[in-house]
């Protein structure tokens, strides 16, 4: 069975920083990866997707990449603003065709 | 705009009053599905729908059923709600390609609260 870790839990950075944001899984045996940012109380907003051909995407200040044969992604986020400050999921789909979510990590960027 | 949409955004009922909350998406997306979200335990999966008639279990169905008559609705439905069904609530959509999934959009949620 298919199982997503996020470390760490939380995240608290200052302003302007550069952050990893860590997510392993059990399986390697994935079609892809998605990252996904939600803030309180809303919706999954879809920041990333790597298809498991590819070892990383990138899109403005943010960039993930994947080693599936680790079973490792890594979200790298580039001079940090308080607007980043969300929690971040990770997810992965393998063959039943579900996505298995971490339960993410709540990230807090200070002014 | 391309989205996905949830109704009603919050619900409070009471135990064994049948509700339906309804998905719908305009982006033609041939997947759809419904995924729960509780504190401690992350978003879990309901059920799913690979096209129209075509519809299979996710990892928490008991309680709950679906049907897919069209591509574009999908909705979600508690026969007999339970107060353990008190959750956050996200449908999602994305296209196929081949096995290859695309990245899924998620709609706004649902709060349901049972009594």
């Known amino acids: 069975k298919q199982e997503v870790t996020q470390i760490p839990a939380a995240l608290s950075v200052p302003e302007g920083e550069n952050l990893v944001l860590n997510c392993s899984f059990t399986d390697s045996a994935i079609y892809n990866l998605q990252w996904f940012r939600q803030d309180p109380g809303k919706g999954l907003t879809s920041l990333l997707l790597i298809q498991s051909s590819q070892r990383e995407q990138t899109s403005g200040r943010l960039n993930a990449s994947l080693d599936k044969s680790s079973g490792r992604s890594t979200l790298y986020i580039a001079a940090s603003q308080p607007g980043d400050s969300a929690t971040y999921l990770c997810a992965v789909q393998g063959g039943s065709e579900k996505l298995v979510f971490g339960k993410g990590t709540k990230l807090t960027v200070n002014p | 705009e391309a989205q996905v949409t949830q109704n009603p955004r919050y619900l409070i009922t009471v135990t064994g009053k049948k509700l339906t909350v309804t998905c719908s998406q305009n982006?033609?997306?041939?997947?759809m599905s419904w995924y729960r979200q509780d504190p401690g335990l992350g978003l879990r999966q309901i059920y799913y729908s690979m096209n129209v008639e075509v519809t299979d279990k996710g990892d928490v169905p008991e309680g709950y059923k679906v049907s897919r008559k069209e591509k574009r609705n999908f909705p979600l439905i508690l026969e007999s709600p339970s107060p353990n069904q008190t959750s956050l609530y996200f449908c999602a959509s994305s296209s196929n390609t081949g096995s290859f999934y695309n990245e899924q959009f998620f709609g706004p949620g649902t709060r349901l609260t049972v009594l």
């Open positions: 982006m033609n997306h041939e997947y």
